[in-house]
């Protein structure tokens, strides 16, 4: 993925968070997902507490306040997280910039660095590579025969998303490092093949 290296040879990461309300600080769980050389070869998730228990997407992933009660906050829950991301290639999630805003918020509000690591998007490479036009993650999974199997669970998203990357490239095609810009301030970042990573700022949906 970095400067022409191909995703089943390297180490990356897929990620996911899941956020209580619309504020990016308020992941309630996260997932990660560990490849080594094509090889899934660890899985976490956890529950997060937010800085305040309003719950109003619970909706979407049935994440309630009583689930994370008695769970840590992010900066003990990013102990875990960080060895898992320190010697990757690069790191990936689903409309990357939402994911990214979400690390970036805690990382800040806990007073941790941000991980310096290039951003791969799969929602970009599904558009670019398979010409998907249809980009949310159940549906690009159908698409690509890509097992979800419980969509918005932060662990089955990422997996998901490590699957499509995987699924995306073969070995006679390196992809480059793909990271953000902003287009339009009210939408989401469209992603380029550059070398920066995502930006942080401006409003991003899940998908």
Known sequence: MCNGIQPRWV???????????????SACQVGLVRVDAGI????LRRFIRPPRMAFPFSPVHGITAADVTSAPPFAEVWREVEPLLSDVSFVTAHNA????????????????????????????????????TSLKLVDVCAALGVPLEHPHDALS???????????????????????LKNEDASRCREVSLT???PSSRGPCRRL
């Open 11 to 25: 180490k990356f990461c897929a990620i996911d968070f899941e956020t209580a309300d619309r504020r990016p600080v």
């Open 40 to 43: 899934i070869v660890s899985r």
């Open 97 to 132: 910039a939402f994911d990214y805003k979400v690390l970036v918020a805690c990382c800040s509000a806990a007073r941790i660095p941000v991980p310096r690591k290039p951003w791969v998007c799969s929602m970009h490479l599904a558009r670019t590579k398979a010409g998907l």
């Open 157 to 179: 998203d990422a997996e998901a998303c490590a699957r499509v990357v995987l699924h995306l490239y073969d070995s006679r095609k390196p992809p480059g490092v793909a990271s």
């Open 195 to 197: 070398t920066r990573r």
